[in-house]
């Protein structure tokens, strides 16, 4: 089949790049010459594991090219894919939806025949009816269909999470188009992958109610990690203790500073801003949104009240700035409450990222960077983990505590058994065990 995948941010090319490995031909299109340019040249814009080898293979092989003239791509396209940024809109917490419509409205014009559009962006409930309602204004002479296609990827397994998902939705209320999408996962069907075909408004809907959950559980166990804290509970057992459950399970529940990312914050703010205009508010998501941000700002008191409550003057050394491992993305990441609260209170903040320092540099001011975690030790007086990358996981401490001006190691992904460090004569602080 052919599809046009309008926009190449990180949804569109994992996505366009996954549908041109199982055979089909895959035109991504951006508005951004210098990412087109960039994809042309083989340079991928965003780290995602594999993903270089997976565009270039597909390249090599003519089924995924790029380009920035959208009528070309959809011109006889059977599907066209909405991929573009929702993010949340500037002063209210709603979704932006502007790139969405705008692109609805581009396809529009380019189709040629008969086409079914496919919303791939996250987006509220009802959003798939005011894009049937612009493309059938705009070209009432076709056939133009209207479906809902969640993704549900995880940064830094994004590939894996496409080829074997747990589930994909289809949202379409004409049956055509739900066959359509469905035939684009065909190859699929061997890893047994379930396709649950649904109304639109319940596909849209159930991207936002997953992604509130997980955040749900993740606030959860940082709550019952400050409480273990207070009483002397470890919240790792806790974590094992109730994940074994399998009503429960076991993901999603590691304390640590807080989410961030590309979807949580945005999804968890957009979903109650939807609940709230239905008349029908989430009270649960917006405690959960306002735990969130409070916490972020919290991780960098834990830090002060480790170095004895104190950092005006001091070099503290982060490890980790990205929202997660395996990946390059900053939005909303941890890093930049703590490393803020940090500063404002005296502190001098030296920072190492395997992926994200360049993405950092201009969110963050006043940071030095280092070309490694001994190099950010180096002087300083606490050493935080933020990200728990692979490369963070099994340090030499005793080199580390030799660099540092003061034993101090806060270790806010649990990486670390409090035994060990303090073996090696660190002050050691972690979260949620005593």
């Known amino acids: 089949m052919r599809v046009a995948m309008v926009g190449a941010g990180y949804v569109g090319l994992v996505s366009g790049a996954c549908f041109a490995d199982f055979g089909h031909t895959v035109t991504c299109v951006d508005t951004a010459p210098e990412k087109i340019a960039a994809l042309k040249d083989g340079r991928i814009p965003i780290y995602e594991p594999g993903l270089d080898a997976l565009v270039a293979e597909n390249v090599r092989q003519s089924r995924l090219s790029f380009t920035t003239d959208l009528a070309e791509a959809v011109a006889g396209a059977d599907a066209v894919f909405i ?66 296609n969640p993704e549900f990827l995880r940064e830094g397994a994004a590939i894996s999470d496409f080829k074997r998902p747990d589930r994909i939705v289809v949202g379409a209320d004409d049956p055509a188009a739900a066959t359509v999408v469905s ?18 408004r319940t596909a849209e809907l159930t991207k936002y109610a997953a992604n509130a959950f997980l955040a749900t559980k993740i606030t959860f166990i940082n709550e019952i990690a400050d409480l273990c804290e207070q009483v002397g509970a470890d919240v790792q057992e806790v974590a094992r203790g109730i994940g074994l459950d399998n009503r429960i399970g076991r993901k999603f529940l590691h304390a640590g500073p807080g989410y961030g990312g590309s979807c949580f914050p945005k999804d968890t703010l957009a979903l109650v801003k939807t609940a709230q205009d239905a008349g029908s508010p989430v009270r649960l998501v917006e405690t959960v949104v306002a735990v969130n941000d409070s916490r972020k700002r919290a991780m960098a008191r834990k830090v002060i009240a480790a170095c004895g409550g104190s950092v005006r003057g001091k070099r503290i050394a982060v490890l980790g700035l990205t929202f997660k491992p395996n990946t390059d993305d900053m939005r909303d990441a941890p890093s930049l409450s703590i490393i803020a609260g940090l500063q404002d209170a005296g502190a001098t903040v030296t920072a190492y990222d395997p992926e994200g320092i360049e993405q950092a540099r201009p969110l963050l001011a006043g940071v030095d960077y280092a070309a490694d975690p001994y190099a950010c030790a180096e002087r300083a007086h606490a050493l935080v983990i933020v990200t728990e990358w692979d490369a963070f996981r099994a340090l030499d401490l005793k080199r580390l505590r030799e660099a540092m001006a003061e034993p101090v190691l806060v270790d806010l992904r649990n990486v670390y058994r409090p035994e060990d460090a303090r073996k090696h004569g660190f002050t050691y602080a972690s979260v949620g065990r005593p």
């Open 83 to 148: 991929a573009v940024g929702t993010p949340s809109r500037r002063g209210d917490g709603f979704a932006d939806l502007s790139y969405v419509y705008q692109a609805a409205r581009d396809i529009a014009a380019a189709v040629t025949g008969p086409t079914v559009v496919v919303t791939k962006s996250t987006v509220p409930v009802g959003t798939g009816d005011e894009v049937e309602r612009i493309v059938r204004e705009a070209r009432p002479g076709i056939a133009i269909a209207v479906a809902s």
């Open 183 to 200: 035939e684009l996962y065909r190859p699929l069907y061997l890893n047994h992958a379930p396709i649950l075909v649904t109304s639109r």
